[in-house]
């Protein structure tokens, strides 16, 4: 009687098997990415949710309100964030991708998700996917020899190769020259110079 059941009940596993194979396959195949030139316009709509999908709530009770720092760390959690980093002296654009590189180098050894772009001469910016870690990334770039600055949400930090000078846009020293009305006038060094020794 067992081996009888046993042979009735073979063939109903065997077609049971067989549906949720099928139905496998097709939904496999629903998942399969599509070219984009063969998106329609429920296709488009998913994507733009995607894109706009709002960013996880802020819970304010956990934030200590005499650091902001944390405030903006929590608000820029899971969003793209750029970080601006200057080198010192005068580098040529090699030379800050070289540096730049090295510093992204380090902090991928870290860890930190970061792209880098060179920007200019002596200019890089430092791409993160993850914005809460920004901070992060600028205390460690402030503390490079060649760092100049750093910039983060507007914010500029001096990092150790600033001299403590304070910065003046060359357009605005132009123009209090101009208001004033005269011209500076440079003096030759009469001292340093040899060859007005010998004349004189």
């Known amino acids: 009687m067992a081996s009888d059941f046993r042979w009735k009940s073979q063939p109903l596993l065997l077609l049971l098997l067989l549906c ?10 629903d998942k399969k990415k599509k070219d984009i030139r063969d998106y329609n316009d429920a296709d488009m709509a ?22 902001p720092e944390d405030l903006l760390k929590m608000s820029k959690k899971g ?7 200057s080198v ?12 730049t590189s090295l510093w992204q180098g380090s902090l991928f050894n870290a860890n930190y998700d ?24 600028k205390d460690f770039l402030v503390k490079q020899d060649r760092c100049l600055d750093v910039t983060v949400e ?19 020293k132009n123009n209090n020259n101009k208001k004033k009305g005269k011209k500076e006038e440079k003096k030759p060094d009469l001292r340093g110079n040899k060859a007005s020794k010998q004349e004189l």
């Open 114 to 137: 970061i792209q880098r772009f060179v920007v200019g001469s002596n200019r890089a910016i430092f791409m993160l996917r993850d914005g809460s870690m920004a901070w992060e990334v």
């Open 88 to 99: 010192s002296g005068s580098p040529t654009e090699k030379e800050t991708e070289e540096i």
């Open 79 to 85: 969003r793209t964030l750029m970080v601006f980093a």
């Open 154 to 172: 507007g914010q500029v930090f001096p990092g150790k190769a600033d001299e403590g000078q304070a910065k003046v846009d060359p357009k605005k």
């Open 46 to 67: 998913r994507l733009l949710e995607e894109w706009e999908r709002s960013p996880p709530p802020v819970d304010f009770s956990k934030m200590d309100p005499s650091k």
């Open 20 to 29: 949720s194979l099928v139905l496998f396959v097709t939904a496999n195949k």
